[in-house]
T-cell receptor, first 110, second 113 residues
């Protein structure tokens, strides 16, 4: 079964609002997590990663939060734009292999 | 442009056909991957190559046969496929193994009739 999983399969967001996409993982030994974005007709694209020695990491308009206590991570997108409409995947590295969870489809409303 | 090019983008084949998917990366990476993406399912890792050597075969049926002639090229040879093999096949590369930053191609959409 999946080692990482998303909480909600879909998310609808008003343009300009912040988006929060959640993901849970089951293996407490997991120490490296990654978020990917997949736009329609394209392959997944790396967004940001975080290792277990951190609980927060920021990129351009994105923040990843890691809560090791409850084995949960989230991706926050600030000021969501139409170009953020995509499927978002959380993933983890286990034994050098990248394993993906099911995605969350984010739709941005104008 | 991700630096990873896959051809063909679309392929329709019968169950008795033999076809191949091609992937080329222009990034100077050492590791290459095949993933399968089916509707309603997470991406499934199929094969991993590192410096042209296969390091992972994720229990993939033998009707899928990978080939990695050099670090820049990866093929997936298809033979006697089943309709349930219809999916998007994604190639990716990375600088090394054990990294979360993979660079994916746009995929080859395969339909098996």
């Amino acid at each position: 079964g999946e080692s990482v999983g998303l909480h909600l399969p879909t998310l609808s967001v008003q343009e300009g609002d912040n988006s929060i996409i959640n993901c849970a993982y089951s293996n407490s030994a997991s120490d490296y997590f990654i978020w990917y974005k997949q736009e329609s007709g394209k392959g997944p694209q790396f967004i940001i990663d975080i290792r277990s020695n951190m609980d927060k990491r920021q990129g351009q308009r994105v923040t990843v939060l890691l809560n090791k206590t409850v084995k949960h991570l989230s991706l926050q997108i600030a000021a969501t734009q139409p170009g953020d409409s995509a499927v978002y995947f959380c993933a983890e590295i286990n034994d050098y292999k990248l394993s993906f969870g099911a995605g969350t489809t984010v739709t941005v409303r104008a | 442009e991700t630096g990873v090019t896959q051809t063909p983008r679309h392929l329709v084949m019968g169950m008795t056909n033999k076809k191949s998917l091609k992937c080329e990366q222009h990034l100077g990476h050492n590791a290459m991957y095949w993933y399968k993406q089916s509707a309603k399912k997470p991406l499934e890792l199929m094969f991993v190559y590192n410096f042209k050597e296969q390091t992972e075969n994720n229990s993939v049926p033998s009707r899928f046969s990978p080939e990695c002639p050099n670090s820049s090229h990866l093929f997936l040879h298809l033979h006697t496929l089943q309709p349930e093999d219809s999916a998007l096949y994604l190639c990716a590369s990375s600088q090394q193994l054990n990294t979360g930053e993979l660079f994916f191609g746009e995929g080859s959409r395969l339909t098996v009739l």
